[in-house]
């Protein structure tokens, strides 16, 4: 059962620009997470922002969260061409202690 | 290094055939956990482990086993029942208890069945 919905599903943008990615979920959450993933890689944890968190940044990343709107957005300022991967936002379900459920994706491409 | 290390990276099996993936974690962590992923799409939760000696299904269970005898190891085997096992594994443990935490991946295996 997906808990998490990541949109765009594929972002192109120029090296320098912002990426923008949102995420969607269904139930009231603790946590939600968001990963990249290389292609043909595992996946590496970036950032969690709790329930009672409405921001977060680590580095060239910002995290939100609107629990009132169930939704999560990720921004990534100052793309580089490493920057190129997978995002994926991923959250508890509702009842679930231990389980993460995971979105779709997006699909992040930085033109150099 | 601390981490995950799966095995095989690339797997090719015969129809009809069971094969084993293993997950080996030197973190300490008391979870575990097996994904599947298939081209363009999210992961889905095959099996996950708690603690020594127990586990339980996922979403996607069906044709796959899993066992939990040290608390490092968690294997993963493909069994013949499963009806499209071509995909991409990853397995992942986490530590604690209580809401979830971070997830650590391994750099996945590979199956293809030909």
């Known amino acids: 059962s997906q808990q998490g919905e990541e949109d765009p599903q594929a972002l192109s943008i120029q090296e320098g620009e912002n990426a923008t990615m949102n995420c969607s979920y269904k139930?009231?959450?603790?946590?939600l997470q968001w990963y990249r993933q290389n292609s043909g890689r595992g996946l590496v944890h970036l950032i969690l922002?709790?329930?009672?968190?409405r921001e977060k940044h680590s580095g060239r990343l910002r995290v939100t969260l609107d629990t009132s709107k169930k939704s999560s957005s990720l921004l990534i300022t100052a793309s580089r061409a490493a920057d190129t991967a997978s995002y994926f936002c991923?959250?508890?379900?509702?009842?679930?202690?231990?389980?993460?459920?995971f979105g779709s994706g997006t699909q992040l491409t930085v033109l150099p | 290094d601390g981490g995950i290390t799966q095995s095989p990276k690339y797997l090719f099996r015969k129809e009809g055939q069971n094969v084993t993936l293993s997950c080996e974690q030197n973190?300490?962590?008391?979870?575990m956990y097996w994904y599947r992923q298939d081209p363009g799409q999210g992961l889905r939760l095959i099996y996950y482990?708690?603690?020594?000696?127990?586990?339980q299904k996922g979403d996607i269970a069906e044709g796959y086993s899993v066992s939990r005898e040290k608390k490092e190891s968690f294997p993963l085997t493909v069994t013949s029942a499963q009806k499209n096992p071509t995909a991409f594994y990853l397995c992942?443990?986490?530590?604690?208890?209580?809401?979830?935490?971070?997830?650590?991946f391994g750099e996945g295996s590979r199956l293809t069945v030909l």
């Open positions: 139930t009231s959450i603790n946590n």
């Open positions: 992942a443990s986490s530590m604690g208890t209580g809401s979830a935490g971070e997830l650590f």
């Open positions: 973190l300490n962590h008391d979870a």
């Open positions: 922002i709790r329930s009672n968190e």
């Open positions: 482990s708690q603690i020594v000696n127990d586990f």
């Open positions: 991923a959250t508890p379900p509702s009842g679930s202690a231990r389980q993460l459920t």
